[in-house]
């Protein structure tokens, strides 16, 4: 956050190309003129997962070198905070940590000017590194040890710390979960469930040696963490949360106002997963409370609004949980693991059969992998629109449509021009056709 005009560009190299963190567009750093306190935009959230060699083969994850170490991390962006924290909504914050880097390279001492990044442990082993700059907040989330080396070297976007050291430890006196802290961050956007607006955490404040945007986020974060700045609850509020708390399915019965209460509806989420059947419409197009509830229970997935079965983080969580809890198809596996498997993934979600033949679902999970439609149900496999979908996300995927869907020209000349080996899966007869020939001349010169 100096006020010079430079931009923050990502000093980690990424094999074979530059890192697309930030979707081919610069960063502005504080002062810049995008980025600088004078700019009226809403602050963004640059959200990250940081992982191990284990993601190596996981697509969506890119891998960076860490400078002259040698170690190399592996870094996927995520849409939001929500996004990235949802899924693990009901961990709770158990170790908090403030650490300090200094502002430049001449320094000697952290002792007033100093950039402060906060680093958050949470009991299902994750940890999550939060920091302020003018252009928004930046997220990390990972395993502790992963997370610790990565963020006391890098940001999230791979500016390099200069000399960071622990300044503060200490463990929270109450009991704050994920979902609470991704309601205190996004409460600057709008209303939050209480009723109150903070624009105070996440509002530019002009560069002061004493109220440095980072170190005044560190503040108000510990402010949050110790319960000092939650809303309060109302007697009515209090009232339902008490009834859902014991008893989850007593959603129900509570009003439409309480039923669309995000609060409300997490409360009874956290007890049980299910309970989403009974929160208003409102919530079930919520990405964030169905993340939270099919991370919990995958076949909650069941009673989400359409747009959100086919939502990539959602299907993803899904799959997630269906692998931790067992299926008729695999074993237990722990969803926070780095080394789950994506096609045992999809085989998990889709191998339910109220999932596989959920055109929704299918239409969500070959968007970002084809050849998962193998795992979907035979009348799902032979929709038109759905193989196509999945042909032109990978050509390979011809591989396992329907037979009527297999024998048209233009489904077959899709998969080719995608992956010219999908040629291969085709009809004798199609080989041939006009349509497909000039689709294998297009991918030759593409390739």
Same mark, same amino acid.
């Given at each position: 956050g100096s006020s010079h005009s430079s931009v923050r560009r990502p000093r980690l190299r990424a094999f074979g190309g530059a890192l697309p963190l930030d979707g081919g567009r610069e960063m502005p750093r504080e002062g810049s003129e995008r980025g600088g306190h004078c700019c009226k935009r809403r602050p963004t959230v640059f959200a990250v997962e940081v992982g191990s060699s284990a993601r190596a083969a996981q697509p969506g994850w890119f891998p960076v070198s860490a400078g002259d170490s040698g170690e190399v991390f592996y870094l996927r962006r995520r849409e939001d905070a929500g996004a990235l924290l949802m899924p693990h909504g009901f961990s709770v914050i158990s170790v908090v940590q403030e650490w300090r880097a200094k502002r430049c390279g001449w320094q000697m001492w952290k002792m007033l000017f100093y950039h402060t990044f906060v680093i958050l442990k949470t009991s299902s082993g994750l940890a999550i590194c939060a920091e302020k700059h003018s252009d928004g907040v930046e997220l990390m989330l990972g395993p502790v040890d992963t997370v610790r080396r990565f963020a006391t070297s890098f940001s999230a976007t791979g500016g390099t710390r200069r000399d960071s050291s622990l @300044?503060?430890?200490?463990?929270?006196?109450?009991?704050?979960?994920?979902?609470? !802290?991704?309601?205190?961050?996004?409460?600057?956007?709008?209303?939050? *469930?209480?009723?109150?607006? +903070?624009?105070?955490?996440?509002?530019?404040?002009?560069? @002061?040696?004493?109220?440095?945007?980072?170190r005044h986020f560190a503040t108000r974060l510990r402010s949050f963490v110790e319960r000092v700045s939650l809303p309060e609850h109302s007697p009515g509020q209090v009232r339902v949360l008490d009834e859902v708390t014991r008893t989850p399915s007593m959603l129900q019965y509570a009003s439409h106002r309480w039923r669309e209460d995000r609060y409300v509806v997490l409360t009874a989420l956290e007890r049980d997963a299910l309970a989403l059947k009974f929160a208003s419409p409102r919530c079930l197009d919520d990405r964030d409370i169905v993340l939270a509830a099919v991370a919990q229970n995958a076949m909650a997935l069941q009673y989400a609004s359409p747009r959100i079965r086919q939502n990539r983080d959602v299907v993803e969580a899904a799959a997630r949980a269906m692998l931790r809890d067992g299926s008729s198809r695999g074993t237990p596996q722990d969803?926070? *693991?780095?080394?789950? +498997? *994506?096609?045992?993934?999809?085989?998990? /979600? /889709?191998?339910?059969?109220?999932?596989?033949?959920?055109?929704?679902?299918?239409?969500?999970?070959?968007?970002?992998?084809?050849?998962?439609?193998?795992?979907?149900?035979?009348?799902?496999?032979? +929709?038109?629109?759905?193989?196509?979908?999945? @042909?032109?996300? $990978?050509? /390979?995927?011809?591989?396992?449509?329907?037979?009527?869907?297999?024998? +048209?020209?233009? !489904?077959?000349?899709?998969?080719?021009?995608? $992956?010219?080996?999908? !040629?291969?899966?085709?009809?004798?007869?199609?080989r041939s056709s006009k349509e497909v020939l000039e689709a294998v001349a297009v991918a030759d010169k593409a390739f």
């Open positions: @300044c503060r430890a200490y463990e929270p006196r109450h009991r704050v979960r994920l979902h609470e !802290l991704v309601d205190w961050l996004q409460r600057s956007r709008g209303r939050s *469930s209480g009723g109150q607006r +903070d624009f105070k955490c996440l509002s530019r404040r002009k560069h @002061c040696l004493h109220e440095h945007c980072a969803p926070t *693991s780095e080394a789950v +498997d *994506s096609a045992r993934m999809w085989e998990a /979600l /889709l191998g339910v059969p109220i999932f596989g033949a959920d055109r929704e679902v299918v239409r969500g999970v070959v968007q970002h992998d084809g050849c998962a439609l193998r795992f979907a149900s035979p009348e799902v496999r032979g +929709d038109m629109w759905l193989a196509l979908m999945a @042909c032109a996300q $990978n050509g /390979l995927a011809l591989e396992f449509v329907g037979d009527a869907a297999a024998s +048209d020209a233009t !489904l077959v000349a899709t998969a080719v021009r995608q $992956n010219p080996a999908a !040629l291969e899966l085709a009809t004798p007869e199609l």
